[in-house]
């Protein structure tokens, strides 16, 4: 790959399909992502095979869309970059397979990249992006980490969730609470009318020493109180403040923990939660009393998409790194494992 070329991003982990190309020099050109959510929340949640059909039947147009919104032909194409896991299987392989083919037709490399490697850079998509190093908060529907960024490639796992990654909490809480899938969203809007004084629940984890997390408790907490109340709107809102309120002080209490711990000033936020309006206000107000500075991607980059695979498949090709042709995909991927 040479600076000039052009680079096409896949990403195809869960339920979203997501194509974006980005330049070395020019930065992002164009992105596009279509959403399965409508089609799953009949479900209640994803279902692998629908979502892998899904990815076969869009990701080709989609590629095509991106290209025409970019003005970029296929021999402007320098390389291309992939979600290579860890995701669902059948959705990863639609990507990397699509991916391997056309970097054979176009004689360009390919290179897997690490979803979460994504989320966690997303924010160097943006004007003013921070500098290494930092503390990362991820915060999805699969994942709730707390990482030490060092550099690119050099990440140290600081802290964990031992159960239910807070995404997926907040979406089991808002079926309980009858909002359907996906729940996060409808959640974080019911909680804006909620009573924060009527109930209190735990903050798990935070009496005790180091940095992992568990939300799955607080979730069956919340199930609880429903089941021993009427649910009628406004207790609805309320156990949905009550819930997010917990969840939220949880993460302050462990971010402020891990800035501390490391001594750094800069903390960035990534994955779907990250746009979640209380938890901006929250981190925003903490960052502050600690003299330091949080940053969070648009909205539109905090769900799974294109963008940050494009833009970590270019550094990482910048820096002469790529895949053979084989088709690799990992379901299960340590972060901390990536150079």
């Not at 929340?41 to 869009?58: F, L, N, Q, T």
């Not at 938890?279 to 909205?299: A, C, S, T």
Request: hydrophobic share 45%; with cysteine.
């Amino acid at each position: 790959m040479t600076n000039s070329g052009h680079i096409l991003g896949i990403e195809t982990s869960c339920d979203e399909t997501g194509v974006a190309i980005y330049d070395p020099k020019k930065g992002l050109l164009a992105h596009t992502l279509y959403s399965q959510a409508a089609t799953h929340a009949a479900y209640g949640g994803v279902v692998p095979e629908i979502a892998s059909r899904d990815h076969v039947r869009k990701l080709i147009p989609l590629i095509e869309e991106v290209m025409l919104k970019s003005n970029v032909s296929s021999k402007e194409i320098g390389g291309i970059a992939y979600t290579a896991g860890p995701g669902l299987v059948g959705a990863l392989l639609v990507g990397a397979a699509v991916a391997h083919s056309l970097a054979f037709a176009w004689d360009v490399p390919v290179i897997g990249v690490h979803h979460m490697e994504g989320h966690l850079l997303a924010s160097m998509l943006e004007p003013n992006p921070p500098a290494f190093p930092f503390v990362a908060l991820l915060v999805s529907g699969g994942h709730t980490q707390l990482v030490k960024v060092t550099k690119m490639g050099e990440y140290e796992i600081l802290g964990e969730s031992v159960d239910d990654a807070v995404g997926e909490a907040f979406d089991k809480t808002a079926k309980v609470l009858g909002l359907g899938y996906p729940g996060g969203p409808a959640l974080a809007a019911l909680a804006d009318k909620g009573n924060p004084e009527r109930f209190t629940f735990p903050r798990p984890m935070t009496d005790r020493p180091g940095l992992d997390f568990s939300f799955s408790g607080l979730k069956t907490y919340a199930a609880n109180i429903a089941a021993q109340n009427r649910l009628d709107e406004q207790t609805r809102a309320d156990i949905a403040r009550a819930f997010q309120d917990a969840v939220v002080e949880t993460l302050l209490i462990k971010c402020r923990a891990a800035l501390r711990l490391t001594g750094w000033k800069t903390l960035v936020v990534a994955g779907g939660v990250g746009a979640n309006r209380e938890l901006r206000i929250q981190l925003n107000k903490m960052l502050k009393e600690e003299d330091g500075k949080v940053y969070f991607p648009r909205h539109e980059f905090c769900t799974d998409n294109g963008a940050m695979i494009a833009y970590v498949g270019c550094q990482r090709l910048l820096a002469g790194k790529h895949d053979d042709l084989a088709i690799k995909v990992y379901p299960r991927w340590d972060l901390s494992l990536l150079t």
